[in-house]
Structures are given as C-alpha cells and as structure tokens.
C-alpha cells in the first residue's frame, strides 16, 4: 500500500493530522461527486417522477429509489469504473504510478462519459459564462464547465424521459375524472379511483422492467 502524501510546506511533508483533514474532506465530496459525474442524477430523478405518476405517495419508499438508483448506476458506471481502476487507480495502490498522474488518468474515463452525456448548447452556455472556449480538443474543456453543463445536460434529459411516462397516466386521470363528472360524482377524488387502474396498467406492460431498461439504454456509449 503505498504511502499517502498530500503535498509538502516548506520542504517538509504534511504531517499526519492534515494528510488525515484532506482525506476525510475528500470522503465528505463523494455525495457530489455521485451526484455530478455518474448517471446517479438522471436515474434518481425519473424514478422520483414516475412514483408522483402513479399517484402511489410514499410507495415505493425513498430507501427502495435509492437502492434501484445506486445498483442502476453502478451497472452504468461499471465500464467506466473499470476504466479508471485500470488506467489510475490499480497503478497507485500497486506503487507504480505517483498520486497526480493516477488522479488524471482516473478521471479521464469519467471525462469521456460525461462528454458523451453533455449537449452541446450547455456547454458553450458555461463555456461563456466561465469567459472561456472555444475548445480546440474535449480535453481543453475545464472540469467546471463540463461538470455544470453535465448536470444540466441530466436533468433535462431526465425531465424529457419522465415527460413521456407521465402522458399515460394523466390520460388514465382525465378519463377517471370525466366518467365522475359525468356520473355526478364530483365530491370524489379522481385520484381514488384512478390509483388502481394506473397501478394496474403498470403491472400489465411490465413498467419497472420498462422504466429500468429504458433508462439504461438512454446513456450515450463512451
């Protein structure tokens, strides 16, 4: 296991306290980076659209989302996980490669596959907002500005995908509550008696299969 070194003041190595400070600093940032290099955002965010479709509440809970979302992701993420494991990663642990240039070579894997993901219109937005670009090569593209426009890029995308899931089951909402109004019952809650039916025609079509496989296929290949 190699030695952790996090730089140098003066001459002298930072002492064991500070190496420990930046480690734990480093944990604490994982969330974010979950959240903004990994196809976590797209996933969690339609899964979280399509129980507000089905009118379900708090089923299935925060903890069952979560859980799909993460195992999900690391379906997605494990090209990539095994790109930056053997291109970074495996060569520092094995003592062959210093911390800098196994930091950029990890990174170039998650690099490529949020350029893959980015929309182009998102990135010269930031590119302008940072007061930089064009970019010559994707390499040139700073890790703030392809970060940004990632995330933005994810959350329309997830949007658009959640849009299409809703269609049917608004279209379930309006014909439950024209059939009540129709019928003079206009004191009960279309949403009571619509539940059923669009739980039902989820389990029909099979929709978590459906939902689960569509997203998976939504990610552009490296």
């Known amino acids: 296991m190699p030695a952790v070194t996090v730089g140098q003041v003066g001459g002298e190595p930072v002492s064991m306290p500070l190496q420990v400070l930046a480690l734990m600093t480093g944990i604490t940032l994982l969330p974010a980076a979950l959240l903004g290099m990994t196809a976590f955002t797209r996933i969690i965010i339609v899964l979280g659209l399509l129980r507000q479709a089905l009118g379900t509440g708090q089923t299935p809970s925060n903890q069952v989302l979560l859980a799909l979302a993460l195992f ?48 182009e219109t998102d990135l010269m937005t930031f590119a302008g907002l940072s007061n930089s670009g064009p970019y010559a090569s994707p390499q040139d593209v700073p890790f703030g500005v392809l970060a940004a426009s990632f995330l933005t890029s994810e959350l329309k995308t997830a949007f658009e995908i959640a849009f299409l899931i809703f269609i049917p089951f608004v ?52």
């Open 171 to 222: 279209i379930i909402d309006l014909v439950v509550a024209s059939v009540l109004m129709s019928m003079g019952m206009m004191m009960m809650s279309p949403m009571l008696i619509s539940a059923p039916f669009k739980i039902l025609l989820f389990v029909l079509v099979d929709g978590w299969v459906l939902v689960v496989g569509s997203l998976a296929a939504s990610f552009n290949a490296v």
């Open 72 to 119: 999900l992701t690391f379906m997605v993420m494990t090209p990539v996980f095994d790109a930056a494991w053997a291109s970074g990663i495996g060569p520092y642990l094995d003592g062959n490669m210093d911390f800098r240039t196994a930091f950029a070579a990890a990174s170039e894997p998650f690099r490529d596959f949020m350029l893959a993901q980015v929309r």
